[in-house]
């Protein structure tokens, strides 16, 4: 029988009204029994049950959230007192963690996989719908950073009015700085139209000033497209003709305001530099 390590794990969960009591589990903070530093956190991708339960709800500090105790994982152990006390005092017990649950597991991570099924995801109803388009890309852009140990390292969603103006609604979805360079990650989807990307290389100009001024830095931007193999209507000569224009033009667009851009299936090579430079 494979050598099972003895582990505890505590749910993580939002309550948009205390009073009520009502919650849906968000995460799963996952150790090994007598090993405080030996923690894995996971929190949800999917956030509809929280929009179901509170359509105001901030996912964006949700999210962030994870990030941030990852952070006090890394910087010190994973005493559940301290993480606590942070958790309550940015969201006033709209999220709380349970008490430690004991289990056996053969690995850690496919065991952290395994809580996360049991506990947080949604059930899954025949099949999902194939997510497209933006979506797509930044799930792929966040799966890839993950798998290389970096995502939680990085800034989400980049205020583009820190550099720009106030009032610019735009946010880069993520980025880096391994030095003197800023390296900044943005999906954008050239299936359907290209007005996203029109709107990246509109703003790249400002973006890279702004950077400058503010940051003392030089900012290196990506955007991250489909393969044009995926955006081409096969079968059909003359919308696959104008699908690959319009995908040429995005780039081309892009490009000329000196933005890299790479495809999803460079992701990985993308996450694998990030790491490096990171020194993870």
């Not at 005092?89 to 004991?102: I, L």
């Not at 993520?174 to 989807?189: D, E, L, T, W």
């Not at 359907?192 to 290196?220: F, H, I, N």
Request: net charge negative; charged share 30%.
């Amino acid at each position: 029988m494979p050598h099972r390590l003895p582990c505890e794990f505590f749910l993580i969960r939002y309550v948009p009204d205390p009073v009520k009591g009502e919650f849906t589990n968000i995460g799963v903070l996952l150790r090994e029994a007598g090993r405080p530093d030996a923690a894995h956190l996971r929190f949800t991708r999917d956030w509809s049950r929280v929009r179901c339960m509170d359509a105001d709800a901030d996912i964006s500090m949700l999210e962030a959230l994870e990030g941030e105790i990852a952070t006090r994982m890394r910087l010190g152990t994973a005493d559940t007192k301290p993480v606590l006390a942070m958790i309550e005092d940015t969201f006033s017990n709209s999220v709380q963690m349970t008490e430690p649950r004991a289990c056996l597991a053969e690995n850690v991570v496919a065991e952290l996989e395994l809580l996360m099924k049991m506990y947080v995801e949604p059930l899954k109803v025949k099949q999902d719908r194939r997510r497209t388009g933006r979506a797509a890309i930044a799930v792929a852009m966040r799966t890839q950073f993950e798998r290389a140990g970096v995502w939680a390292l990085m800034r989400k969603r980049i205020a583009a009015s820190l550099y720009t103006r106030p009032g610019d609604p735009m946010k880069i979805d993520c980025g880096y700085r391994p030095n003197g360079v800023i390296k900044m990650f943005h999906a954008v989807s050239l299936e359907g139209d290209v007005e996203a990307a029109k709107v990246l290389a509109w703003s790249a100009p400002r973006l890279y000033e702004g950077v400058q001024r503010v940051e003392g830095a030089t900012l290196e931007l990506t955007a991250v497209v489909e393969s044009l193999r995926s955006v081409s209507d096969e079968g059909k000569e003359d919308l696959q003709d104008e699908s690959t224009e319009r995908y040429r033009f995005g780039v081309e667009t892009m490009e000329t305001q000196q933005i890299r851009v790479i495809t999803m299936n460079d992701l990985a090579r993308a996450a694998e530099t990030a790491r490096i430079d990171l020194r993870m």
